[in-house]
């Protein structure tokens, strides 16, 4: 799909891999609402992306903001044509830790946002793109959502995170043949260790830890090399169903 004069919107924009996919549709042309809780970030990434870009400060589990971005990316850029949700939230703990049992609410947490608040940001854009008239490839509109090596090499503490992610890779093929007939595509990212402030709140030993692990090249992944890859997926009509591993070769061991 072209992405130049088209309307996008992008979760966790504010940040990190989010921001970096928005800066590369606002290089290639296209429009971006971006979607973060982070009041603060999201303002001042979408006033660097000029008149490309608006803000809507939200969460992705509640349904009136996700509609108020997709409503806007509707009156402002004429359509919506991609949803890419990079939005999500990272937490360790051990099942059994050393003064209790892992904290429920906290594995609760990290599920709804990463997997129920990606779903809530799919089932909405979807039903906005059915409308979209078809390009000549019978294209509606992509939805790329970002699931994380974890989803099969979660680590020690990592139970949450990995279910969560699991999620949203295992969801992938079933949504794809589920919006197939709107001419919607659906692709999971799979990134391994990315330097972003995600990463960059792991302690020091963590992330260096991480980055032995990868085999080449041995160093944490850029956001623009993930945004890259984001914007072949828009790109490539044959992409579909597909969780896309982007890792240096790293599979994670243990810790
Ligand atoms: N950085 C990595 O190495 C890595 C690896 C694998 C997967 N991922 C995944 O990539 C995605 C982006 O991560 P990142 O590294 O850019 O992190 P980041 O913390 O830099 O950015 C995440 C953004 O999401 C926003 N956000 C969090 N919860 C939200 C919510 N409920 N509603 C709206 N916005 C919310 C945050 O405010 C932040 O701006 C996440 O889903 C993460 O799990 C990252």
């Known amino acids: 799909m072209e992405i130049a004069a088209r309307g996008f919107l992008v979760t966790g924009g504010a940040s990190g891999l989010g921001r970096a996919c928005a800066?590369?549709?606002?290089?290639?042309?296209?429009?971006?609402?971006?979607?973060?809780?982070?009041?603060?970030?999201?303002?001042?990434?979408?006033?660097?992306?000029?008149s490309a870009a608006r803000f809507v400060e939200g969460d992705v589990t509640d349904t009136a903001a996700v509609q108020r971005a997709v409503d806007l990316?509707?009156?402002?850029?004429?359509?919506?044509?991609?949803?890419?949700?990079?939005?999500?939230?990272?937490?360790g703990a051990r099942v059994v830790g050393r003064k209790a049992p892992h904290d429920l609410e906290l594995f609760m947490r990290v599920v709804h946002v990463n997997?129920?608040?990606?779903?809530?940001?799919?089932?909405?854009?979807?039903?906005?793109?059915?409308?979209?008239?078809?390009?000549?490839?019978?294209?509606?509109?992509?939805?790329?959502n970002t699931a994380s090596i974890a989803a099969w090499e979660g680590q020690i503490g990592q139970a949450a995170y990995a279910a969560s992610k699991a999620g949203v890779a295992g969801m992938t093929l079933p949504l794809a043949r589920d919006l197939?007939?709107?001419?919607?595509?659906?692709?999971?990212?799979?990134?391994?260790?990315?330097?972003?402030?995600?990463?960059?709140?792991?302690?020091?030993?963590?992330?260096?830890?991480?980055?032995?692990?990868?085999p080449f090249p041995s160093r944490m992944g850029k956001p623009a090399e993930f945004a890259a890859l984001a914007m072949h997926v828009l790109e490539n009509p044959m992409l579909n169903g597909s969780v896309i591993r982007i890792d240096g070769g790293l599979r994670m061991g243990p810790r």
Do not use: K, Y
């Open 180 to 214: 197939a007939e709107h001419g919607i595509r659906v692709v999971a990212i799979a990134p391994g260790a990315f330097a972003t402030p995600m990463m960059a709140a792991l302690s020091a030993e963590l992330q260096s830890s991480l980055e032995s692990q990868i």
């Open 115 to 144: 997997l129920v608040g990606t779903f809530n940001v799919v089932r909405l854009a979807a039903a906005a793109m059915v409308g979209n008239p078809p390009n000549h490839e019978g294209e509606r509109g992509v939805i790329v």
């Open 73 to 91: 990316a509707r009156s402002e850029f004429g359509g919506l044509w991609g949803a890419l949700n990079c939005a999500g939230i990272l937490a």
């Open 23 to 50: 800066e590369a549709l606002a290089r290639r042309g296209g429009r971006v609402v971006l979607v973060d809780r982070d009041a603060q970030a999201g303002a001042v990434a979408a006033a660097s992306l000029g």
